[in-house]
């Protein structure tokens, strides 16, 4: 009986705790990097290797960091706020930023989904 009540609230309380996963990455740590200066295993020792596109070169392609926080569901609630925040670095041929930037987005407990 006890551990029938205990697996049942191991259930219900599951949706109550915020998640978090990968790692955030934010605008102040990346003021360092220069677009045609900065070399691709200068980024890789401070951030890791990142998730490689598919359809890209490892070694001159789209890299990027994805992290995302999952905030406790509302009773009622078709969805849980989920924020998504992704730094995404675009090397050139020569193995050198070419481009970096952020994208965010929200989805709200409601379903709708937004930007930042």
Known sequence: MRRTIFLALLVI??????TERGVQITEDQV??????VTAR???VARFGVGY??????????K???LYVK??????FAAYSQTTAKEFWVQYNEKGTVQDFGFYCW??????A????
Do not use: F, M
Request: charged content about 20%; hydrophobic content about 25%; aromatic content about 6%.
């Open 52 to 61: 490689v596109y598919p359809d890209t070169d490892p070694r001159h392609g």
């Open 113 to 116: 989904v937004g930007s930042c």
């Open 70 to 75: 999952s905030e406790p569901r509302q009773p």
């Open 13 to 18: 309380l599951s949706g109550c705790a915020t």
């Open 63 to 65: 890299v990027t960091y």
């Open 106 to 111: 929200r989805v709200e407990p409601g379903g």
């Open 31 to 36: 003021v360092w990097i220069q677009k045609g």
């Open 41 to 43: 295993n200068e980024v």
